[in-house]
């Protein structure tokens, strides 16, 4: 196992081996994960072991026990929101529900605020923490946007609004129209010229450099262009042959890019494959990886992080290494704007704070503390 001091020094002796290698809906609860991947490396359980957090923040707000355990979502280290919807036998807006509470951090859950929910009674509610604005989703009465921390919202219908939009980035795929787009801060815009990916389903971008992925009948594809989106070319990926349900392309916190190929049943360990000087791409191998995945985050420097049922792991250097980070396989991962990891778990957030596999763990918990 990789421990958590020892990690600086692996990470200086893996690169170079992977450069020699020609690799929120976070707003909904993540896939269920029970089924293993087709041709799993063995591997023993990593043993059940209580790691220490760097920081605890365990905050109570004046919140009913008839609500369930909050919603949270940081867009970066310091900003962000929670949610608290009633667990009751007549949903809103029907009469004896109470209505969700709505709290907001700027300094990474040390304390928490309430803010005036702009919307209360409605048949769902959805909370969206993006870079620089708060987003709620109220069914069936629209959107509701705040820019300025929860003080104030806009109300509009319809299309998401323009923040939610931008957080995907200036390229993004047109679901509407099956074809690559380019946001321009007012609309997405179909590209002239579209690459000839199969099962188009995934776009990003570093730069002028776009990637456009998908999958077909198993069969991953992608396309690469060099100049923002003008001109295309097809590129070829190493399969073994082992079924891709879904492919994604994930850019890391320092630029790199990667193609995430998730199993059919969103539950097997995936595919990996790293772009290469940006012209081709390496499959990157993980041996010893487990059976499944719960969430994958490439960290930089050519490491990727996994949670699984058997616990948190690390791919570097064409292995998968147990990492004694205070994760669990419940937490589900994510990168935010500012290369922070939020590991998203049942009870808590945990915030990783610093580079690649060097960070600072720190503990957001808030609770209800019944009146």
Same mark, same amino acid.
């Given at each position: 196992?990789?421990?958590?001091?020892?990690?600086?020094?692996?990470?200086?002796? #893996?690169?170079? *081996?992977?450069?020699?290698?020609?690799?929120?809906?976070?707003?909904?609860?993540?896939?269920?994960?029970?089924?293993?991947?087709?041709?799993? %490396?063995?591997?023993?359980?990593?043993?059940?072991?209580?790691?220490?957090?760097?920081?605890?923040?365990?905050?109570?707000?004046?919140? /009913?026990?008839?609500?369930?355990?909050?919603?949270?979502?940081?867009?970066? *280290? /310091?900003?962000?929101? %929670?949610?608290?919807?009633?667990?009751?036998?007549?949903?809103?807006?029907?009469?004896?529900?109470?209505?969700?509470? =709505?709290? %907001?951090?700027?300094?990474?859950?040390?304390?928490? &605020?309430? !803010?005036?929910?702009?919307?209360?009674?409605a048949a769902s509610q959805q909370l969206y923490a993006v870079p620089g604005a708060l987003v709620l989703?109220?069914?069936?009465?629209?959107?509701?946007?705040?820019? /300025?921390?929860?003080?104030?919202?806009?109300?509009?219908?319809?299309?998401e609004p323009a923040p939610l939009v931008a957080a995907r980035g200036r390229f993004q795929v047109d679901?509407?129209?099956?074809?690559?787009?380019?946001?321009? +801060?007012?609309? $997405?815009?179909? $590209?002239?010229? @579209?690459?000839?990916?199969?099962? #188009?389903?995934?776009?990003?971008?570093?730069?002028? !450099?776009?990637?456009?992925?998908?999958? &077909?009948?198993?069969?991953?594809?992608?396309? =690469?262009? &060099?100049?923002?989106?003008?001109?295309?070319?097809?590129?070829? !990926?190493?399969?073994?042959?082992?079924?891709?349900?879904?492919?994604?392309?994930?850019?890391?916190?320092?630029? +790199?890019?990667? $193609?995430?190929?998730?199993?059919?049943?969103?539950?097997?360990?995936? %595919? =990996?494959?790293?772009?290469?000087?940006? =012209?081709?791409?390496? $499959?990157?191998?993980?041996?010893?990886?487990?059976? @499944?995945?719960?969430?994958?985050?490439?960290?930089?420097?050519?490491?990727?992080?996994?949670?699984?049922?058997? +616990?948190?792991?690390?791919?570097?250097?064409?292995?998968?290494?147990?990492? /004694?980070?205070?994760?669990?396989?419940?937490?589900? #991962?994510?990168?935010?704007?500012?290369?922070?990891?939020a590991a998203r778990g049942p009870d808590d957030v945990v915030l990783g704070t610093g580079w690649t596999?060097?960070?600072?763990?720190?503990?957001?918990?808030?609770?209800?503390?019944? @009146?």
């Open positions: 196992m990789i421990g958590r001091r020892m990690l600086p020094g692996i990470g200086l002796l #893996l690169v170079p *081996a992977l450069a020699a290698c020609s690799i929120g809906d976070v707003r909904r609860n993540p896939p269920d994960r029970s089924s293993a991947s087709p041709r799993p %490396a063995p591997t023993v359980p990593a043993p059940s072991r209580a790691v220490a957090f760097d920081e605890v923040r365990h905050v109570r707000v004046a919140v /009913d026990s008839r609500y369930d355990r909050p919603f949270v979502e940081f867009s970066d *280290a /310091d900003h962000g929101y %929670a949610l608290f919807v009633a667990a009751c036998d007549n949903p809103p807006p029907r009469r004896g529900c109470d209505p969700p509470l =709505l709290y %907001a951090t700027v300094d990474g859950g040390r304390t928490w &605020r309430a !803010l005036r929910h702009p919307r209360p009674v989703l109220s069914e069936p009465y629209g959107w509701y946007t705040s820019t /300025d921390g929860g003080a104030t919202f806009v109300h509009s219908t319809g299309a679901e509407g129209r099956g074809a690559v787009a380019e946001w321009d +801060g007012v609309t $997405l815009r179909p $590209l002239p010229a @579209q690459p000839a990916v199969p099962g #188009l389903n995934t776009v990003g971008h570093s730069g002028d !450099l776009v990637v456009a992925a998908g999958a &077909r009948d198993g069969r991953p594809y992608a396309a =690469l262009s &060099r100049d923002a989106g003008r001109h295309w070319a097809p590129t070829p !990926l190493s399969w073994r042959g082992d079924e891709v349900g879904v492919l994604r392309v994930v850019i890391a916190p320092d630029g +790199g890019v990667w $193609l995430v190929g998730e199993r059919p049943d969103r539950t097997g360990f995936p %595919a =990996l494959w790293r772009l290469v000087a940006g =012209l081709e791409w390496a $499959l990157v191998r993980a041996a010893g990886h487990p059976a @499944q995945a719960r969430s994958v985050a490439p960290l930089g420097a050519e490491l990727v992080a996994v949670t699984s049922p058997d +616990g948190v792991g690390v791919v570097a250097g064409g292995r998968y290494y147990r990492v /004694d980070w205070p994760l669990t396989g419940e937490h589900y #991962l994510t990168v935010v704007g500012d290369g922070t990891i596999a060097n960070r600072r763990w720190i503990r957001v918990m808030l609770d209800k503390q019944p @009146q």
